[in-house]
C-alpha cells in the first residue's frame, strides 16, 4: 500500500512541479509550490501511514539512525525521473519526512541568471568561492550548475563531498568522484583532509558548519585547489564576519589573513516568487579585488558594502540592487522585493522615487 502511495506522490509532486513534499500525523501530504504550501485532497495521515511511508523509501541504515537520534538525511532516485533529498524525524512521537525534490536536469548558468563574473571567479586555478543564502535558497542548484559547467569545459579532477548526494554528476570533459558523509566517508573535514591526497582540482565542500571544516577547506583554497562550499549567511559582508567568527579569539587575526588570500568571492542568493508563477533568484556577489582583501586583512569587512556598491565594473551587485532590477523588470512584486531586501527602507523609498520617475543616473548605469 504505502510503496503505491508514494510513487503516486512523487509522481505527483514531479508533474505540479512542487520543491518540497511534508509527510505528518494530522493532515493531508503537503506540496510546496512556488514557495506556498497546499494541502492534497486526500486523507488525513495516521501515524502507521507515515511509518509505512518512511519505511517504504529509507533506507535500513537509517532507520536505525531515527531510532538511536531522532533523525536521519538521505538521498534516493525516483526511477529516471527525478532524485530527492529526504529527511525524516520525529515529533510527538510520531514520524514526519520532508522530500526536497532535486531536478535531473541541471539549469545552465544562465538559465539561472548568474552574474557572468561568478564563471569568471570559478575558473580560477586555486581559491574558495562561497555560495549562500537561507535553506531553500537555491544554493546546491547554483552549485551544481557550475560545477556541471566546470565538467563540460575543462579537464578536472573534480571532488564533491555531500550530506546527502543531490545532483549526480557523470564524467564529462572531467574526472567526478562524489562522496557522501556517512556512506563513503565520515565527516566533511576528515573529507577534505584525504581529498587533498587524491590530486584535486576543484572540491566541493556541501555545508561548511563547523571549525574544522571551514579551516580544511581555505588550507585546501591556500595550497592551490579550488573549493566550493555554502553557509547559511543571508549577505556577502556577513559571509566574511560569521566564518572569522566560527574561530576563537587567538586565532582571528591569522584567519583574517588567509581568508583576505584565499577567498576569490561569495555568491549570496535568494529566491523571489515570479510574477505569474515559477521563481526566479536574485544575488548579491562579492568579487574579492586586493582592496577588499585588505578590508579583509585590517578587519574592516563592514565597508565591504559600500564597495560592492561601487564595485559595478569589477562585475559586483549588492542585493537590494538585484531585488530592485527585477522589479523594475515587472519579474517580482513591491512587497516579494521589501520582504527579501537588506535594507527595506530604502528599497521602499528607491521604488517609490522610481515609481515618480526619479532614477538617478548611477541606478541607470548599474
Not at 501515524?47 to 509505512?52: E, K, R
Not at 520525529?90 to 548558468?109: A, E, F, K, Y
Not at 580544511?216 to 566574511?240: D, K, M, P, R, Y
Request: aromatic share 4%.
Amino acid at each position: 500500500m504505502a510503496t503505491i502511495l508514494i510513487d503516486k506522490l512523487l509522481q505527483a509532486a514531479i508533474k505540479q512541479g512542487a520543491s518540497d513534499i511534508h509527510i505528518t500525523v494530522g493532515q493531508p501530504p503537503v506540496f510546496r509550490l512556488h514557495g506556498r504550501m497546499r494541502q492534497l485532497d486526500t486523507k488525513s495521515l495516521e501515524p502507521d501511514d507515515t511509518v509505512s511511508l518512511m519505511k517504504s523509501i529509507t533506507p535500513e541504515r537509517c532507520q536505525r539512525e531515527l531510532q538511536e537520534s531522532g533523525g536521519s538525511d538521505f538521498g534516493f532516485a525516483f526511477s529516471d525521473l527525478a532524485r530527492f533529498r529526504v529527511s525524516i524525524f520525529r515529533q510527538r512521537g510520531n514520524i514526519s519526512m520532508v522530500l526536497r525534490q532535486i531536478p535531473n536536469d541541471m539549469l545552465t548558468p544562465e538559465q539561472l541568471g548568474l552574474p557572468a563574473k561568478v564563471l569568471e571567479l570559478c575558473h580560477r586555478p586555486r581559491g574558495m568561492f562561497l555560495v549562500t543564502g537561507p535553506t531553500g535558497s537555491g544554493k546546491s542548484t547554483t552549485l551544481a550548475s557550475v560545477i556541471n559547467h566546470l565538467n563540460e569545459t575543462i579537464d578536472h579532477h573534480i571532488i564533491t563531498i555531500e550530506d546527502p548526494i543531490e545532483f549526480y554528476h557523470y564524467h564529462k570533459k572531467s574526472t567526478v568522484n562524489q562522496r557522501e558523509i556517512g556512506v563513503d566517508v565520515p565527516s566533511f573535514s576528515e573529507a577534505i583532509r584525504r581529498a587533498l591526497r587524491q590530486d584535486p582540482d576543484v572540491i566541493l565542500v556541501g555545508e561548511m558548519r563547523d571549525l574544522e571544516t571551514i579551516e580544511a577547506a581555505i588550507s585546501a583554497a591556500e595550497t592551490g585547489h579550488v573549493v566550493f562550499g555554502t553557509l547559511h549567511t543571508n549577505s556577502a559582508a556577513g559571509t566574511v564576519d560569521r566564518i572569522i567568527d566560527v574561530f576563537p579569539s587567538g586565532q582571528q587575526d591569522q584567519i583574517r589573513t588567509q581568508l583576505g588570500s584565499a577567498l576569490l568571492g561569495v555568491l549570496a542568493q535568494t529566491l523571489c516568487p515570479k510574477i505569474g508563477g515559477g521563481r526566479c533568484a536574485a544575488y548579491e556577489l562579492l568579487n574579492v579585488t586586493s582592496g577588499i582583501s585588505n578590508l579583509i586583512r585590517e578587519n574592516k569587512t563592514f565597508r565591504i558594502p559600500s564597495m560592492i556598491q561601487t564595485g559595478s565594473k569589477h562585475g559586483m551587485i549588492l542585493m537590494d540592487d538585484s531585488l530592485f532590477n527585477h522589479w523594475r523588470a515587472d519579474r517580482i512584486t513591491m512587497e516579494d522585493a521589501l520582504a527579501k531586501a537588506q535594507n527595506p527602507n530604502d528599497l521602499a523609498k528607491r521604488i517609490a522615487d522610481a515609481r515618480r520617475g526619479n532614477v538617478d543616473d548611477q541606478e541607470g548605469a548599474a
